[in-house]
């Protein structure tokens, strides 16, 4: 580097120090990307700036990642460290042709690689943002193109804080010369490539350009769908067209988002402070895919679970920060309070009813404006279940949502569409006490201004956030699957609903709710309340709990329920400990040490944890408590009733498992059990550790309760065949009612309509029921003695003594 160089950059390394604050993304680019620190690297970037390389040296540095002003050594020979695509533009003239000095860098460096077999010079592509502001469709984007001197100044004054230097894939120069040559077109082309990636990432980092409202309220009102709407409500109401034309105007105010970059940026230090005020920490899972897929040019759409309102400012401050636009959100109208509403509006929040039913303009307007949005290449996000989860397992999802998509899709979009399923997990869901007394018969409270500040008030430390993105689903490849002549019903100007529609929805539903839950969070507070609750008297010593959450952690790292589920990294002695303070148990002491235990109020919290993680000990569970009643029986037998009750615990639970690969799952779950001593395997026979069955009876409990809402309704229905599906329902839920007071179930999803609604769709599913709703009444039987022989003596005299209280219904004899 020559002296003059050298004199600019320490003459501009004091007023960068002071102005610009950078963001790396990812935080650990050396493990995310997979960076071999002890090769050579090379950093690309898109132009020539000391500015961008002075903030990449300080992050570079702070990350463990080599100086980009130290020269790199090859054969002898120093070479630059740092190369770049496009030349910075001057005052008077641009020129964006890539640099006669980088051309010839690459030849060199390639080269290198044909004289050097053993050599692997590792390009990082790396972009320094000042600012991510879309601007406005009228406006070309500021900031996001090659700047002269003037405009880098300005640029670092005005978005200095606002910093990102974002790395990319490494690309391996060794591939490169093996599978390309090493002759100068290859170092063309590896330019030109590098300047299409940095035009993709610098779109993915700051989203398409954001319109003019009322711009674009007139582009809708000139659709011709729309237009035919407007004359249909019309001529249905008996009202001028002109009438009909200003309700439409109205519907798009109240529907359509104002979304404002400065907010954003002002949230995003709000959000901040709040998130340190509340968590002591937020983990996010899997990012690096879902940026992959906005680089490359996917149209996202988020779907995660929905556990409290902090859902929506959680995902859109993850996404900002893992530097990703946030999405635009579906939120409920019931958000659409003063002062909320409008900051929520601003934020990217557009506002959907409960039920478009009987409006067919509202319907019509909102279906436009959402095909609109995905037009545009904005990002999307919406809670596919309809409502926060009062319970902590995942609802049914709703459709309608997902049907607006695909439908987007059949007006013929240039891209593909890709959901990704989102799991949000907490250590404290702030609702979680208003749900219980909701599912207690207290009714809902309005969302208020009023709430939010009793809501502040209450600001404390809540443990750790989690956000793990799913595995994603492309939906053009989805579709390719289940209706391969879909591309068929391509109509730009919409039509009616295809026949394929509905069930290809419909699975599409199911699919990613189970890709919710396979990226599920094990963490410290789920799993204590698991073991805890496992327990009849809800008490465990810290030696007990401390040995089952081992037993838990063992079953997650050895039997890893998917791939892109979490669990945590500390010990069961760290997990309980941070458990504790989070001041949800009671601790007393005695002279063989601590007890820890959940008072019948925290009983009741607690279920709402275990929930969000039955899913990843269902399997491990059901195969303790076949062992744990049968005390030993041969691994084939094991096998087949798992296999027999399975398909109910995937409907229930959105379980992944294929049923195909259930013996194999089964098999190394028993290797598991057996390594921890909780059992014996020998010659095809299992049996159980006398000298150490309190670990193997907490893990069988935690799924008992739901076996014992499946034998209420197989018994039920063994017993009186002749109940249709609305009395089965009706019949399980009063036992399952008087169950849980004689044997203090607090589980309130023990006798949730919704839950018996699903088990009867199983037993359709299954044949135990044929379509006339016949019962199959040998197999329901077999299956309800299986399910007995799970249950614990005294909770089976109690269901054996409802069941046979209840009253059959009297045949219809009339004629």
């Known amino acids: 580097m020559s002296s003059g160089q050298s004199l600019l950059r320490s003459f501009l390394k004091l007023p960068m120090s002071v102005l610009v604050k950078g963001t790396a993304i990812p935080s650990n680019p050396i493990e995310d990307l997979n960076i071999d620190i002890s090769k050579p690297i090379v950093y690309a970037l898109p132009f020539s700036s000391k500015v961008d390389l002075l903030a990449l040296r300080k992050q570079a540095l702070a990350l463990g990642l080599t100086d980009p002003f130290e020269p790199i050594e090859l054969n002898g020979e120093k070479r630059s460290r740092f190369v770049f695509i496009a030349s910075q533009p001057t005052l008077i003239g641009s020129d964006q042709d890539v640099p006669n000095e980088s051309i010839a860098l690459f030849s060199e460096l390639l080269k290198a690689h044909e004289t050097d077999k053993q050599l692997d010079v590792q390009v990082v592509p790396t972009t320094v943002l000042w600012g991510r502001k879309p601007g406005r469709e009228e406006q070309a984007k500021p900031y996001l ?125 709000i959000m901040t402070w709040l998130w340190n005020k509340l968590y002591q920490g937020i983990n996010v ?56 509403g409008p900051i929520f509006r601003r934020g990217g929040a557009f506002f959907i009813r409960r039920s478009f039913k009987g409006n067919k303009l ?18 999307v996000e919406y809670f596919s279940e309809g409502g926060r989860s009062r319970t902590g397992r995942l609802l049914q999802a709703k459709t309608g949502m997902l049907a607006m998509t695909v439908q987007a899709m059949l007006r013929g979009l240039n891209r593909p569409v890709t959901l990704v399923p989102v799991y949000i997990g907490y250590e404290h ?13 207290k009714r809902k409270e309005k969302e208020n201004a009023g709430q939010i500040i009793r809501t502040l008030r209450k600001l404390r430390n809540f443990g750790q956030g989690y956000v793990n993105f799913g595995e994603p689903i492309p939906l053009n490849q989805y579709l390719n699957e289940q209706a391969p002549n879909w591309t068929k019903d391509i109509n730009p100007m919409g039509g009616e609903k295809p026949q394929w ?31 805890l609750l496992a327990s009849r008297q809800r008490a465990l010593s810290r030696d007990s709990l401390i040995n089952q959450i081992e037993c838990y952690l063992a079953l997650l790292k050895n039997v890893p329920y998917s791939s892109t589920a979490t669990m945590p990294t500390s010990s069961a002695l760290e997990l309980v400990e941070h458990a504790e303070s989070l001041d949800k148990f009671v601790i007393e002491s005695d002279n063989l040490g601590d007890i820890i235990s959940l008072d019948r109020d925290q009983s009741i919290l607690m279920t709402y944890y275990r929930n969000n993680i039955i899913h990843l000990f269902a399997l491990p569970s059901l195969v303790a408590q076949i062992l744990i009643r049968m005390r030993k029986l041969p691994v084939e037998t094991i096998k087949h009733n798992v296999q027999q009750l399975y398909p109910f615990l995937k409907k229930e639970l959105f379980l992944s498992i294929k049923e195909d690969e259930l013996e194999q799952m089964t098999d190394r779950i028993l290797d598991e059990l057996q390594a921890q001593k909780l059992i014996y395997v020998e010659e095809g026979i299992a049996w159980t550790n006398q000298s150490n069955t309190q670990p193997l009876m907490l893990l069988g409990r935690t799924i008992s309760e739901t076996l014992q809402r499946y034998s209420i309704s197989l018994d039920l229905l063994a017993t009186y065949p002749e109940l249709d599906k609305t009395e089965l329902e009706q019949k399980s839920q009063e036992i399952a009612q008087r169950l849980g007071r004689l044997h203090g179930i607090n589980a309130p999803e023990f006798f949730d309509k919704g839950v018996f609604s699903a088990l009867f769709s199983t037993l359709k599913e299954q044949d135990y029921l044929d379509n006339d709703g016949e019962c199959h009444r040998e197999k329901t039987e077999q299956l309800a003695q299986l399910l007995y022989s799970l249950l614990y003596p005294e909770v089976r005299l109690t269901i054996e003594e409802s069941v046979h209280q209840t009253e059959s219904p009297e045949p219809d004899i009339s004629l």
């Open 145 to 269: 193109q090659p700047m002269n001197g003037m405009q880098k100044a300005m640029a670092v004054l005005s978005s200095g804080r606002d910093c990102m230097i974002r790395f990319s894939p490494v690309v391996s120069l060794r591939y490169m010369a093996d599978a390309h040559g090493t002759d100068q077109s290859i170092a063309h082309k590896l330019a030109r490539v590098a300047r299409i990636h940095f035009s993709r990432q610098k779109l993915a980092a700051s989203g398409p350009n954001l319109p003019n409202r009322q711009v674009l309220f007139n582009r809708l009102l000139k659709s011709q769908v729309i237009e035919q709407a407007i004359q249909d409500h019309a001529s249905a109401n008996n009202v001028p067209v002109e009438k009909a034309h200003k309700e439409a105007l109205q519907i798009m105010d109240e529907i359509a988002a104002d979304f404002s970059y400065k907010l954003v940026r002002s949230g995003d230090r």
């Open 285 to 340: 899972s899997n990012a690096s895919t879902v940026r992959k897929l906005a680089q490359d040019g996917h149209e996202i759409v988020y779907v995660p679970c929905h556990r409290s309102h902090m859902d929506y400012l959680l995902l859109s401050y993850v996404l900002y920060k893992e530097g990703m636009v946030p999405p635009h959100i579906a939120a409920g109208i019931n958000l659409n309070f003063f002062p909320a």
């Open 362 to 379: 509202y319907s019509t307007i909102f279906r436009e404006y959402l095909a609109e949005l995905f037009a545009k290449g904005y990002s």
């Open 429 to 441: 869901v702030m609702e979680v006490s208003t749900y219980a007394k909701e599912l207690r018969g």
């Open 501 to 531: 529609l509905a069930p290809a929805v419909n699975n599409l539903a199911t699919k990613m709710m189970t890709n919710i839950n396979d990226a599920a969070a094990a963490n410290a507070l789920t799993l204590c309340a698991t073991a």
